[in-house]
């Protein structure tokens, strides 16, 4: 079954504040990869975590693997509204599968 | 040129039919992967295929018949359409196994997806 638990499910922001999403899994992942999807669109990677505390940075993104590689989370400093869109981690499960967190929808207000 | 071109992009027709969408990589990538993305935007793995073999069959109705002709091409037909299953399906792909080499950056990449309508 599925893996990755994410949360919230919607953020709504207005342009300029913080959004942070929460990835949670309950068995200790290898690597955790993150996709953006834009409305209408399909989803695009953006990064992969693979050590245990290690953050990376893209632009306004940052990028967090917990030490027990259980958890991850995505935040984004200062939205615009090209941030719109569903925010997916995902890592490796049982039997290879590749499992997907259920998403976080971000609306930004202009 | 695309990476991952999937037809055909929207597909509207009614119950029982059968239906086959097309996906096509230029990558040179040895797997790839058909996802379904429900209403509430849940993207579940169907199936996934490394070098035109079968490697994930997830729990899938066997109304769904993947193939895959050579390992650029993974095309997915269905037979008597239900209305549970309109959905946007993925198609995608990654140079190995997603999940079997953690370590390596085996990352997805998507086509631009089948909006599959069943009235």
């Known amino acids: 079954g599925q893996q990755v638990m994410q949360i919230p499910q919607y953020q709504h922001v207005q342009e300029g504040e913080d959004f942070t999403t929460y990835c949670n899994s309950s068995t200790t992942l290898s690597n955790i990869q993150w996709y953006k999807q834009r409305p209408g669109g399909h989803p695009v990677f953006l990064i992969q975590?693979?050590?245990?505390?290690e953050v990376k940075k893209q632009k306004r993104l940052t990028f967090q693997f917990g030490e027990a590689k259980k958890n991850s989370s995505l935040h984004i400093t200062a939205t615009q509204t090209t941030d719109v869109g569903t925010y997916f981690c995902?890592?490796?499960?049982?039997?290879?599968?590749?499992?997907f967190g259920s998403g976080t929808k971000l609306n930004v207000k202009p | 040129d695309t990476a991952v071109s999937q037809t055909p992009k929207y597909l509207v027709t009614q119950m029982g039919n059968d239906k086959s969408i097309k996906c096509e990589q230029n990558l040179g990538h040895d797997t790839m992967y058909w996802y379904k993305q429900d209403s509430k935007k849940f993207l579940k793995i169907m199936f996934s295929y490394n070098n035109k073999e079968l490697i994930i069959n997830e729990t899938v109705p066997n109304r769904f018949s993947p193939k895959s002709p050579d390992k650029a091409h993974l095309n997915l037909h269905i037979n008597s359409l239900e209305l549970g299953d309109s959905a946007v399906y993925f198609c995608a792909s990654s140079q190995d196994i997603q999940g079997f080499l953690p370590a390596t950056n085996e990352k997805l990449f998507f086509g631009s997806g089948t909006q599959l309508s069943v009235l």
């Open positions: 975590l693979v050590k245990s505390g």
């Open positions: 995902a890592g490796p499960g049982d039997f290879n599968k590749f499992y």
